[in-house]
């Protein structure tokens, strides 16, 4: 993984562990208070005593005395705990398919406790100095107070009292979380035979897993607190604070206050790891993905009001240097004579290029036909300053399923969605590859997000190199613009309903792709334009003699919104009106799709017909021509 896609996956465990640790903190800190002043008592006292002696004499929010230190503060331990837990699993784990064993998993819950105690110490600190102070006067007069006089009278160093006994809590216990934690959803998986497992299981697996945390060495929590309230002098060390403990109470006073702690962690943490498990989960996780790389995505509509994309597809690289270089000179001449661009956008089988604009990648069907796998290549993309290309979600086919909105002013114009069409073969199906029904759900559901954040439908354009099985219908039933080469349309060996989404969430106006190699047609179909770009490549089959490689530029206008299209080729021309094609109306298929065993046919034409019903309805006409 590259140092930028490492960054990002860490980001996005961290935004997860965060919102995990808020969970985490509110359901189990009233528990905290308890244990805290029982393992620091001068007096035995039982667990209902205290609990009844903190209401009755400090009502019921003193249950949640220091609470403002670790809710910042545990929050952001959690947000380190999590992604040096994803940081270590990435580092262990050399083959993203095989799962980690459980003494790895292990491991990697040693590393993050480690890293996270050097956020944890001094937040414990604060918190339970806060938590034993009861009526009458105090010395800390709230969190911020506590840690300027503590920097006060000891100095920085002050802060980390207790850091010892906190790594000799972390290091083992993270041991146990995630170990338990890990073997029981592993156990639970293979019993329900469920990759994704309900709630009540995540909730069980977190609560087990938290009390093994506490238990493999509790009593140097106890010893911590005991040194962390303790005033003036340097600390006391681990074993000098266990034996004092064990002469005074012996072997009941280490166990000081183990029962709230228990109480506590099954709660607690079964509400830590549910929120997390649902913060990375394939959507939330993409969500997360999206809004960091809209963070750093500095894409608007111009001044005046206009957004220019260059669109390469089937650049092939990698057959001869001649065609290679051939390749390069075609897309050195298109961005030099095409003005303006804002985004270079390629649809699949494409390298990496250098050029003054950003781009965005949507891999295709010989993409990861050399030596890197598909994430591997979005890895790679990532690491160049000008790629606005992101990891799609783990769990979802592909990887290349992402969005990117275009401003004009504070919020989005234009949304642009990528799509991973993957290799040759959709379904167990054997021909082309697709868009799979997961893709779609996760299209869908980030459609409804941004409509319901923005409270309005945003236009979007889609990306993909493999067409979608209405290209065919458009083809042979639909007048078009542009030409079609010998073979027809490659189209997806099976419909998964993609365009019937589109149509549906009523967001997406255009769908681009590439793959067929002399294929440059774009046409109105059912209210979305379909079309082709211009093949920019010179390697693999095509195209016939004279004919000129080039790409398809795409404005857009922001307000009204619309846009329009045309071809520019290697030689610097362009051609802004293609050649109108009649349909055939015929029922013979032009398509490649039928010889690699394409299905559904009837699937397009009953979905077509039904929405060319709805369309005449509403426009009067179902001949539609290109802007």
Sequence with gaps: ???????????????????????????????????????????????????????QKEGAMALYKGVTSPLFGMMFETAVLFAGYGQMKKL????????LELWQYSVCGAGAGFTATFVLTPVELIKCRLQIQTTGPQKYNGSFDCFKKIIKEDGVAGLYRGIIPTLAREIPGNMAFFGVYEGLKRHFRKTTGKEDLPLQYLIFSGGIGGIAYWSIFYPADVAKSSIQVSDGGPAPSLTATLK???????????????????????????????????????????????????????????????????????????????????????????????PDIDLAVMTGDCPLIAADVQ??????????????????????????QQSLTIQGPEGITGASNYYIPVLNGDEPALILYFFDSNDDNCQNITGWGCVYPDQVQWYTQTSQALKQKYGKTIPAMAFMHIPIPEYLDMWNFYPVNGSLEDTGVCCFSVNTGLFAAFREMGDVVGVLCGHDHNNDFIGMYNGIQLGYGRKTGYGAYGPP???????????FIASPFSFKTWLRFEDGTTEETQTLHQPNLSEEW??????????????????????????????????????
């Design 92 to 99: 262990i784990q050399k083959d993203p398919t095989k799962p």
């Design 545 to 555: 003699p004279g004919w000129k490689h080039g790409a398809r530029v795409i404005e």
């Design 1 to 55: 993984m590259t140092g930028s896609s490492a960054a990002a996956q860490g980001a996005k465990d961290s935004i997860a562990g965060t919102v995990a640790g808020a969970a985490c903190l509110f359901t189990g800190h009233p528990f905290d208070t308890i244990r805290v002043r029982l393992q620091t008592s001068s007096t035995p006292v039982g667990i209902i005593e205290c609990l009844k002696n903190t209401v």
């Design 590 to 627: 032009n398509a490649c799709c039928d010889t690699v065993g394409f299905v559904n046919h009837s699937m397009i034409v009953s979905n077509c017909r039904s929405y060319e019903q709805e369309f005449v309805s509403l426009h009067g006409s179902s001949s539609e021509k290109v802007h």
């Design 244 to 338: 004092k403990i064990y002469q005074k109470d012996g072997v009941k006073g280490l166990y000081r206050g183990y029962v709230p702690t228990v109480l506590r962690a099954f709660p607690a943490n079964a509400a830590m790891f549910s929120v997390y498990e649902v913060m990375e989960s394939p959507e939330q996780h993409h969500f997360i993905s999206n809004y960091l790389n809209c963070l750093n995505t500095k894409l608007n509509f111009k001044n005046d009001g206009t957004f220019k994309i260059l669109q390469f597809t089937d650049l092939h690289y990698g057959e001869t240097d001649e065609k290679d270089n051939n390749s390069q000179a075609a897309q050195t001449v298109i961005l030099k004579t095409e």
């Design 359 to 384: 781009w965005a990648l949507a891999l295709g069907n010989h993409d990861d036909q050399a030596d890197l796998n598909r994430r591997q290549i979005i890895d790679f993309d990532m690491s160049f």
